[in-house]
């Protein structure tokens, strides 16, 4: 059956072109993975605002605290000396949460209407990173208060990735598929950039505020979401592109009684939402052990979850980091950690172009990891000696750390869901999605906490994890990168064997 087409798309019917449908896809669910990244981000920034050194702040007149108190301007329960541990345990419970539903969001995802499923949980999200803010106008001081707010948010934080990557991949084929995601995937780097903005401008005043405002927005998506999303195609008479095959094998191939009389054995993902929409013959949903069957799909899974350890651990303590080490404000904190971000942007796009150009994900991926080990280490030692040379370095690890982790979790997620051993089937590309970045949201979980637990020995050892990391995030990809190798001079021997004839 047919998605509910979304009310207020009928001004599109007016330019009923399939590229123009198809950038209108990808620029609304650009947006909605904006505010999903933008609501996590202001914590990263408000953390050197709960506890800082007081003694440089001025004590209003009234105030009944010692001169010698250095305390006394951090919020409670993050004044005591364990604030990096009490810190660290607010983000694991977000994430640990995160990593869990993921798992789950990816059935959820795949039986109901991805439009309805992003309404609900872009307008959760509001709900509870704005809750996280309203505790400092309700003067709230316990830290389960913060941690059952996190733990929430991280849950229907699931709602988002499998959502969006499902949709986008109902409206493009695998052809330039890097490149196009990879220039798509910005929007976890523009979301992290405006919301260590957004949380900036109130950081150092009402730190609420950084929490309230992006909720706010994220919010008000989640209803431009349910009025203007298009799931499908073939929702708006837009035709659907292929994955794998070309149309003439398609066509001589013998029907499969499974999909119905217009289904071929080896048709494309699209064909098969089509076929799906028959109400005669829907297709099953791919089980869990039978995406892990995928090839691939462990081995990028692994990947990703040390690559996104590293990714995390920047995303959530690199302000703190900052602050610490170069002794900036809250706010320039906050502002020059997005550089990180604007070279995540340029990691992604690049990593999507050279993936597409030699055809392997896995190569593209191991080189980044590989030049990312020896620049996380430069940075620590002298990343911080001169605001050039921090600059150019944060962009450059900003590129080399994410570039893979964009590349997982956009294309190469993508491809194993549209795998040619589906047949297909449509229902297998939201269970992958959710499989993939579940797994890389444990090492999401695990690099903050570690962090947090590691860094009141030395920011030396923290950066000596994440190296570790990177490491074994590249180790996991050899045999894929083996395949590939394999894969490029088979077809080197095929060409210079036509041109020898």
Partial sequence: MRSSLAPGIWFLRAFSRDSKYRAYILLITFLIYTCYHMSRKPISVVKSRLHHNCSEVIQPLNSTHSLNDTTWCNWAPFDKSNYKELLGAVDNAFLVAYAIGMFISGIFGERLPLRYYLTAGMLLSGLFTSLFGLGYFWNIHVLWYFVLVQIFNGLVQTTGWPAVVSCVGNWFGKGKRGLIMGIWNSHTSVGNIL?????????????????????????????????????????????????HGNPEESQDRPEDPANGPHCNKESSLESAVTCSKDASAQPTAISFFGALRIPGVVEFSLCLLFAKLVSYTFLYWLPLYIANVVHFTAKEAGDLSTLFDVGGIIGGILAGLVSDY???RATTCCVMLILAAPMMFLYNHVGQSGIGISIVMLLICGALVNGPYALITTAVSADLGT?????????????????????????????????????????????YMLIAADVLACLLLCRLVYKEILAWKSSLGKDRGYREM
């Fill in 195 to 243: 919301g260590s903005l957004l949380a900036g401008v109130w950081v150092d005043q009402q730190w609420g505020l950084s929490f309230v405002v992006p909720g706010v927005i994220t919010a008000i998506m989640g209803i431009i979401t349910f009025f203007f999303l298009i799931e499908y195609p073939e929702d708006v008479d837009c035709a659907p592109p292929q994955h």
């Fill in 419 to 463: 795998h040619k051993s589906l047949k297909g089937n449509a229902k297998a590309l939201s269970t992958v999605t959710a499989i993939i970045d579940g797994t890389g949201s444990i090492g999401a979980a695990l690099g903050p906490l570690l962090a947090g637990l590691i860094s009141p020995t030395g920011w030396n050892n923290v950066f």
């Fill in 358 to 360: 030699i055809n392997g």
